[in-house]
């Protein structure tokens, strides 16, 4: 699903509301969590899973291109858990 499906979605199930503020309601959610993530916290949801970051280590790497090693630096990268009634549904028989 993308975006603008979500955003359908949304507008299917709540035909009260203006397309523009299931749009503001969106971008609030997606907001909050990227900020959460950003200041190291944590996000869950209970029933679907959890978002969380986790340290990589600097390594050393390779351009494709010339083959030559470059250092890559240490960063944080963006992890999700499924929660336990996500994974029971995805694997639903």
Excluded: H, W
Aim: charged share 40%; net charge positive.
């Amino acid at each position: 699903m993308i975006r603008s499906e979500l955003l359908q979605a949304l507008a299917k199930e709540c035909p009260d509301m203006r397309s523009e503020e299931i749009e503001r309601v969106v971008d609030v959610f997606f907001d909050e969590i990227a900020k959460r993530l950003a200041d190291g916290g944590r996000v869950e949801l209970r029933g679907f899973g959890a978002f969380s970051t986790r340290d990589r280590d600097p390594r050393k790497g390779r351009n494709p291109r010339t083959g030559e090693t470059v250092e890559v630096p240490g960063k944080r990268v963006p992890y999700f858990k499924a929660g336990k009634e996500m994974r029971v549904r995805l694997n639903a028989d």
